[in-house]
């Protein structure tokens, strides 16, 4: 679908609104839904034995507006980096998927092995599925954007994909978002959010021991997962620059820890924000259950937008031009592709909400999008 059309589904989709008057800001409480101490052991407390604790949502990110106040959440700007250019041998590679089945979510395609030596770019590291969107000639994929390795020795990137499986896929999905686990019934990894894109883990960036639930830090990088239109369309789906803006449409990753046991995935299990993986710019609480429980707004535009401009996720928080803050996220719906700027190792996938959010809050909060598209 190109760019014309896109934009005529959207207006059309507020041709029935009308405005009574001027809507004013709602003021933000800077500590809202923040949280620096842990709060529970996944082992003790998890999806299987204490399911009430992930249906309060007092226990997670309850603001996504978030203010930028040094002296109240400061730990939210304590690591930047700069993406350094690819190395000119380095091609995204053919990446074989694999059918998933009704639910098997940890049978994976052929490895695809990238070396990245010492002082090299890990930009460039990145696989394609071949399969290509019959109407506008887009192919899935995903890449990586990062600076140098240097951690001493060369290290060995793997990536391999897989079909989403049946129970990952739109039609499987919870339509209500205040049922038992707002939105989860424990028959599927999904709640109210189906995937769009096929599923690519990748291993091998680490720096450190895996923690103990599992996740295994990495430096900085920035993941972009390109999808075919007709796999969003499948999902009936808002239009997507209204998805995008409702913080709907997502670089998503498998949280494999919240069943309690982080080394098998399981039907308790969940596809969630990937930037709630992240070990830095983030609290430290641990609960990382809801798909949308992010701090900060989605970007509207390319990764390239992004690192050029200084812009950052989080309202009274700016960076310099060619730097990328852990933790920023957003997504272009022109050239379909969401991303999001990471630090773990995991599996990523394209995600969207088939959203029932207000018109009127869309409309409004386009108009902001574009006139940052324009700048």
């Given at each position: 679908m190109n760019s014309t059309l896109k934009y005529s589904a959207l207006i059309s989709s507020f041709t029935s609104v009308t405005f009574a008057g001027f809507i004013s800001?709602?003021?933000?409480?800077?500590?809202?839904?923040?949280?620096?101490?842990t709060t529970f052991d996944y082992q003790v407390t998890n999806t299987i034995n204490d399911v009430n604790f992930f249906t309060d949502s007092s226990?997670?990110?309850?603001?996504?507006?978030?203010?930028?106040?040094?002296?109240?959440?400061?730990?939210?700007?304590?690591v930047r980096a700069v993406i350094t250019a690819k190395p000119t041998n380095r091609v995204k590679k053919d990446a074989p998927l694999v059918d998933a089945g009704i639910k098997n979510y940890d049978?994976?395609?052929?490895?695809?092995?990238?070396?990245?030596?010492?002082?090299?770019?890990?930009?460039?590291?990145?696989v394609k599925t071949g399969k290509v969107s019959q109407l506008d000639g887009i192919e899935e994929g995903f890449e990586v954007f990062g600076g140098d390795n240097d951690t001493g020795s060369a290290m060995n990137v793997t990536m391999q994909v897989r079909e989403k499986s049946t129970k990952e896929r739109w039609g499987m999905?919870?339509?209500?978002?205040?049922?038992?686990?707002?939105?989860?019934?424990?028959?599927?990894?999904?709640?109210?959010?189906?995937?769009?894109?096929?599923?690519?883990?990748?291993?091998?960036?680490?720096?450190?021991?895996?923690?103990?639930?599992?996740?295994?830090?990495?430096?900085?990088?920035?993941?972009?997962?390109t999808y075919r239109q007709e796999d969003f369309d499948a999902t009936y789906s808002l239009p997507e620059l209204q998805e995008l803006i409702n913080g709907c449409l997502f670089l998503g990753w498998l949280n494999t820890a919240l069943d309690g046991n982080h080394l098998d995935i399981t039907d308790d299990d969940r596809w969630v924000h990937a930037v709630q993986g992240n070990f830095d710019n983030m609290p430290d609480n641990p609960n990382r259950h809801d798909e949308h429980g992010v701090i900060g707004?989605?970007?509207?535009?390319?990764?390239?937008?992004?690192?050029?401009?200084?812009?950052?996720?989080?309202?009274?928080?700016?960076k310099l031009s060619g730097e990328m803050r852990v933790g920023d996220h957003g997504g272009d719906d022109i050239s379909?592709?969401?991303w999001a700027v990471v630090d773990h190792n995991s599996d990523f996938a394209v995600i969207p909400e088939p959203s029932t959010y207000a018109l009127i809050f869309g409309l409004?909060?386009?108009?902001?999008?574009?006139?940052?598209?324009?700048?």
């Open positions: 800001p709602i003021a933000i409480d800077t500590t809202i839904g923040i949280r620096t101490e226990n997670f990110f309850e603001e996504d507006n978030i203010f930028f106040n040094e002296n109240t959440n400061s730990f939210l700007d304590t049978v994976f395609g052929a490895t695809r092995s990238f070396t990245v030596g010492r002082d090299t770019s890990f930009t460039g590291v990145g999905h919870n339509h209500l978002h205040d049922n038992d686990q707002g939105g989860h019934t424990s028959n599927s990894v999904i709640g109210h959010s189906p995937l769009v894109s096929s599923v690519m883990r990748v291993h091998g960036m680490g720096i450190q021991e895996a923690s103990s639930d599992g996740r295994v830090k990495t430096n900085p990088f920035a993941l972009v997962g707004n989605a970007i509207i535009g390319t990764l390239d937008d992004y690192i050029a401009g200084t812009q950052t996720s989080i309202p009274g928080l700016s379909n592709v969401v409004v909060a386009l108009s902001t999008a574009i006139l940052r598209r324009r700048k």
